[in-house]
């Protein structure tokens, strides 16, 4: 995983989806999840290109469970972008990168 991209769990998940002006993206994923291998380098290309803009996230479902349920994921990967907070927008299964960019800009 890229410096772009910040790994969160439970420890860092309430605060980084809270704090600042910037739209936060959570890539829900596992790693014997294939469209989630297939989206991960849309997101670093995203995280590189659109830089202090937005803030890039991933959660592992296997090792966060808890987070998952909250959110009701029943699906991976499942991208959620908040923004001021909330759940402005939520991306179910492979998406392609200019969709993603679309709802970030």
Do not use: Q
């Not at 994921?73 to 908040?82: D, E, G, K, V």
Request: proline letters at 5%; hydrophobic letters at 45%.
């Amino acid at each position: 995983m890229s410096d772009n991209i910040t790994e969160l769990d439970s420890s860092n998940f309430d605060s980084t989806v809270a704090g600042g002006s910037a739209p936060v993206v959570v890539d829900f994923w596992a790693p014997w999840c294939g469209p989630c291998k297939a989206i991960a380098p849309i997101l670093e290309e995203l995280a590189t290109e659109l830089g202090d803009a937005v803030k890039i996230c991933k959660v592992n479902v296997d090792n966060n469970s808890e987070i998952a349920s909250k959110y009701e994921i029943r699906a991976i990967p499942t991208i959620l972008i908040f923004k001021g907070g909330s759940v402005a927008e939520t991306v179910v299964g492979l998406t392609s990168k200019d969709d993603l960019k679309a709802k970030l800009v």
